[in-house]
């Protein structure tokens, strides 16, 4: 197996966010392989079969070689992945195979998101035009094709003319034939069909087109080469953040393409990516999905989700389900007189099905074993969710996990999160905050990083003067008793300018710990 020097290993992680790990790997491998003969079939067969396939069939990913490590899962049996996204944590270059199998259904999926903000700012910090995304996919194939029949059979290309050629890979006259490397290997494999292994059958053209290239120096095919991987790095900065984008804003862009979903739907080739190439890296795996607003659609979720993991999970891992709710920015305005009306009224459904199904159906059961709410926490706040999340405790049994103080306008709002999560949820000992960062950071830095220059909503900085008021009092914090005193005036302000009132600070506070309950 192809594994990464423990010393490079955050070097490696870096790299593999901006170049896809199985192109990095091949072209390691082709420089190691000085006799490797590509116009010969059964040398190549041999080549895929022992070495291509071994570090490809599952996951592009290369392990790092830590010592430590390997004793850990040797003696303990493997890893614990107690939060994992079973929508959105499928590898870039599995997902970019569906991508040039599937194009017009690629297209189709993206174009139901392609109108929102986001996905829009998406495209063009990749650099491609949304309404493109068939038609490059579409180029990439018949590059592939082409490549191949420059390697493979040459003699098909007597007298043709490469301007010609290329003439034809960008004519738009609908689809294509299916990968010729994939075709290649069907006929060749004896059993390894290239429809289980789609990223092997694209390990192999790398191998092949860079030893290819190193023996012939042929510009032709290097040209195709590098378009080729030009449009592949377009989609990876579809679907991968890149070293270059930071934030939690940045981060859900990636989460509302679309273009994932082909792939994810089913889950197979997930447990597969798991488990990796070597296996018996995973021990337990805590997988979250997102519950669903009819019961109906819970149970078939979950029990594709179990289906695909008795019939290809982890062999000696054990799988277990956590519901996730989504802190979405759809659905929280205003609804009559309450915040987030229409979100609480969503919500409120979504917390009465998973309920019933959790009730009525066993393998649901076995399988779910807690909830959660993740996503940007400045979209929901946590007393939004406190009634619903309540009531699903003291009807199932389920413990609660909550993200907060993960993402924030100020430090003080990121406390005041986690805080808020811990008392309105009732959140009990072996429950968790996740992230939590804001507890965590140096005061002095943050703010040293923000220059005091922070404009925050008049109401958010009120509930953070009031939750500062509160702790003072309720910790004692005798140091601090003089800065509650002066801050006395300010929320008095705050108040008149966002309730048109100036209500005192103990109304203040009280209304403010009455959020954790349901205001219908």
């Known amino acids: 197996f192809i594994r990464v020097k423990q010393s490079k290993f955050n070097e490696w992680q870096f790299l593999i966010a901006d170049m896809p790990p199985l192109l990095l790997k091949m072209a390691y491998f082709a420089e190691k392989q000085d006799s490797f003969d590509y116009g010969s079939r059964a040398e190549v067969m041999e080549c ?17 070689y830590i010592p430590e490590m ?46 929102m903000d986001y996905v829009k700012e998406l495209c063009e910090q990749a650099g491609i035009d949304g309404k493109l995304i068939r038609y490059n996919l579409q180029v990439a194939r018949r590059i592939k094709n082409l490549m191949f029949s420059m390697i493979f059979e040459p003699q098909t290309l007597k007298g043709s003319n490469f301007r010609a050629k290329i003439a034809e890979i960008l004519t738009d006259n609908g689809d294509v034939e299916g990968d010729s490397f994939q075709l290649f290997l069907s006929e060749s494999s004896g059993g390894y069909l290239a429809s289980e292994y789609m990223m092997s059958a694209e390990a192999l053209m790398y191998v092949v087109v ?32 890149q070293n270059t984008e930071n934030g939690f804003d940045q981060f859900q862009k990636f989460t509302l393409t679309e273009i994932r979903n082909r792939t994810e739907e089913q889950y197979r080739l997930l447990f597969r990516q798991l488990e990796g190439n070597c296996g018996g890296l995973a021990r337990y795996i805590e997988g979250r999905f997102a519950p669903k607003k009819s019961t109906v659609r819970n149970v078939n979720l979950v029990y594709r989700i179990v289906k695909d993991w008795e019939n290809y999970g982890c062999s000696n891992a054990n799988l277990r389900l956590v519901a996730h709710f989504i802190k979405s920015r759809k659905n929280t305005k205003k609804d009559g007189d309450w915040r987030y009306g229409l979100y609480r009224t969503d919500l409120f459904v979504q917390a009465n099905e998973l309920i019933h199904t959790y009730k009525e159906y066993d393998k649901f059961r ?23 999340f309540r009531r699903i405790r003291r009807a199932c049994h389920l413990p609660v996990t909550y993200h907060a103080g993960e993402d924030f306008y100020s430090l003080l ?84 300018r966002v309730y048109g009132t100036d209500y005192s600070l103990c109304d203040l506070i009280e209304a403010w710990q009455w959020r954790r309950y349901n205001p219908y």
């Open 48 to 64: 895929y079969v022992k070495s291509i396939l071994p570090n490809s069939h599952y996951t592009a990913l290369a392990l790092p």
């Open 70 to 115: 390997e004793n850990f899962v040797k003696e303990s049996g493997g890893f614990s992945d107690m939060h994992i996204h079973l929508n959105g944590s499928t590898e870039f270059d599995l997902v970019w195979q569906f991508c040039l199998r599937f194009p017009n259904s690629i297209q189709a999926d993206f174009a139901q998101k392609a109108y």
């Open 210 to 241: 860079f030893t290819a290239l190193r023996k012939t120096e042929d510009e032709h095919l290097a040209t195709l080469f590098h378009w080729y991987l030009l449009i592949m790095g377009r989609f990876n900065a579809l679907l991968v953040q």
């Open 366 to 388: 076995q399988y779910v074993v807690g909830i959660d709410a993740a996503a940007n926490e400045m979209f929901v706040p946590a007393d939004v969710f406190a009634p619903d």
């Open 413 to 496: 709002g990121g406390i005041r999160a986690v805080y808020e999560a811990l008392c309105f949820l009732d959140m009990e000992s072996g429950e968790r905050i996740g992230h939590a960062c804001a507890v965590g950071l140096n005061a002095r830095l943050w703010y040293e990083c923000v220059n005091d220059n922070l404009n925050v909503q008049q109401g958010y900085l009120l509930d953070n003067l009031v939750f500062v008021c509160h702790l003072i009092e309720t910790e004692k914090i005798e140091p601090l008793y003089n800065v509650r005193l002066m801050l006395i005036p300010k929320i008095s302000t705050l108040s008149k």
